[in-house]
Structure formats: structure tokens, C-alpha cells
């Protein structure tokens, strides 16, 4: 005996992804607009296939709805609160797409980081457009997926503060101290106090200084910084 | 429009549950065996309902699989390989006791850390019996759970690297260096050097030592330890 495969859609699993970067000076995660009268905004999401597994379906929805590819997408966790899919909206939204849109959904979230400067998204499927939204300015999005961001931002606090790696993958190459005190700024949503930063950074000895200045910029131009990559390790005491 | 909700089985969606403990000088998980013809050893884990959410039907299940109640319960992570399900003694098992045993199920698995001497399981629903068994001489689990378990410990050993209070939470109030070393060895899964051991316990600065020795054992009795609870914090970097 198999099981029946087929291409056909999961009607009670689905994938969410939520993308960060660090662009212009905040932190960024990346929307669409779904279809439909209200427009609302969600993080690219949709129902898993019955033939493939969690990541692919993953990395699947995140290229129908914003065209990019090869990113490498981390399973947050998931989530399936029974009334999670509830809002009138939302039910008005999912009678118009799905087959069985009474279906309890329990959707597995994803989370990347990337560099939004490197990459071109675009919307297709059921995503009317898709773009880079500033996270601390956002409205409330749809179905539970402010819920979901906020949980995914609390991971990416929890681990940028444990391991600065992290803030190496979503700088540029180089960087100002400037730039690296706004990027802990924007993940924590907290002021950070400067002088203590950069005693922090300096002891903690992961920064090389490079001959190298802002230019054109109005102020005192700030000098550059790369990581040390060799320093940067995750250790715990043992 | 509300969607129709009952207390019946959602026959895609389980949760698993990992429970792990460190007892006899080694790193026990407590596992059922599921009843029927094979008998075979599971991690406690079934559908969920339609009307709880995820946190809950893991405490309802393991309550109704062991009769352990106020487990603090952590979500691992989804595991939803589409052929999870698809080992022949599986596929008769399901045949045997789920209405739609064909359908895909897609896995939440959670995972706690407690301390096997308190407590007291006992099998029912349809586990026919309910054990702590040594992780390290496990045979095959029912299903995928040997693969939920082998991601569980992962995730155990990182986390014990990282955040010793995990020790704390495993080992006995007071406990000798020989005990706290085993239970490293035993999550680790790797022998660890004594003398090393000792001297990085001695720079973390964990432990207190007591007024107070084994007494009864055939070597020389060794001195008890506490932690330092007010030492023992996860600190990042900043």
C-alpha cells in the first residue's frame, strides 16, 4: 500500500516566510500586497503541496509570489491557533482563492536574512506586488502574520545578540560604526547608548579598521569597518 | 460566517513529545509502546483537535498517552517529510486505529527537560505501557521519531553548550563533578577530558562546593556541588 500522491494542494498546511534585511538604515522585511479588494498586506505564504516536504514547499512559495530564489530559508516554528485565520477580511479573501477556505490551516513559518540591496523581487501568483517594508512602521498585517513577524523578530534579537555574526550577514562588506549601532538599534527597538557600544565592539575585538572614509556625505566622514572573520565564533563556555 | 468547530480529531496535523530526563547516569527519553501487533516504541504523540491550538494538544496528548501533567512543553520544530507515515508496520498500525489513515500528517514536535525521579507515568489511551529508556541504546522508532528524537538532542546538546542553567535543570540539587561530567558526556555523546572538564567548571565559576560527601560508595566518596544560581546567566556579547 502508498499513500496517494499527487501535485495537488494541502488544504491544511501552509507556509509562511519572513525575509529581513537591513537596508537604508532599518530593518526591513519583505511584503506582498495579495490580491483582492483590501489589498492587504502579508508576508508571502500559501497552502504546501501534497508531494513535497515543509522546506521545499518553502522555498517554492517564497519563488511564485516574489521570484526569488535560492535564499536560505530557516523553519521558525509553527503556528495553529484555531482562530488564526478568522478576521472577516481574511475569510473573504480565502473564499475567493480556496477550494476548501473552512479548512483549519496550521501554517509552519520560515525566516531568512538577506541583503535587499542584491536582490530584485517581483509579484506574480496571487501577489499583486511585493516590496521591502520598514518593520517598526508597519500597519497590522493580514490573518496572524503580524504574530508571526513579531516572534521572528524576537528571534533574530535573541540570536543577534548571542551571536554578531548575524549582524555581518546583513551589513555591506563594509561598514561604519554608525551603521552597526542602527542595525542593533532597529532589531532590539531600543536606543543603545554609543559610548558603551563601541567599548562593547572594541572588547569584543571582532572589527578591523580599514584606510578607508565615508565621502560626500555632510558630516565628519566616519571610517570604514570589515568583520574579522576570524574571531567571530560561537562559543558557548564549554 | 464562523468556521464549524468540534471537539473532533484533525486527522493532518500531530504533536510529538520529547521528554527527556538525565537519571541513572544516563540521558533517558520517555517512550511508549504504541498497542497492536508490533508493539513498537514511539515517542507519546497523536492528532490534534480541531478546537486547540498547538501548546495545548501537546500537554493534552502527553497527559492522555502517560498521565504527566504540567510538563512545561517546548515547540521544537515541523517535521513534514511527505513519507513519514509510510513504513509498512506504520501504514497497519494507523490502519488500525485512524478513521482517515491515509491522510498526511504533518508533525509538531515538542520537547522538555524534567526530572525522571519525581515523576510517575503511567500508559493509557493506546499506549500499552510507558518507560524511560537510555537515548544512546535506543532501537528504531514508529514513524519518523527517530528522527524527531536525533533533532531533539541536537537541539538539547547545543542548548546545554550554550546555557548551562540547562544542566541545573537536569542533575540533582546537589550533585559531585563526576555526575555533572556523565550527563555532558551522555548529551554530547562524546567522552570528555577530566582534567579539562574540571578546569573550564572552575573559569565559568558555576558551582559552589558543599560540606558534604558521598557516603556508602565503594570509591573514595566525592564532594557535592551546587550551582550558583546568580552566576549562571545566558549573556551575548552586547
Redesign the interface.
Known sequence: ?????SNSL?P??SVDCVIFGFDKGQLQVLLIKRGGKDEALALPGDL?R?????DE?ASRVLYELTGLRNIFLE?L??????ER??A?SD?QWLNSVREEP?A?V?T?AYYAIVKPGKLHPKPSSFASEVKWMPVLELPMLAFDHSVILSQALHHLAAS?????LLAFEMLPRKFTLRQIQKL?EEVLNKNIDKRN?RK?LQ??GMLIPLDEKEVGVSHKPARFYQFDKKKIK?K???
Open positions: 500500500m502508498t499513500l496517494q500522491k494541502n491544511h498546511v504546501i501534497d508531494d513535497e516536504n515543509l514547499a523553519q516554528r509553527a503556528f495553529g491557533d484555531p485565520l478568522e472577516n475569510i473552512q483549519r496550521i509552519i543577534l545578540k548571542k551571536e554578531p542593533y557600544f562593547k572588547t569584543a560561537t558557548g563556555w564549554l
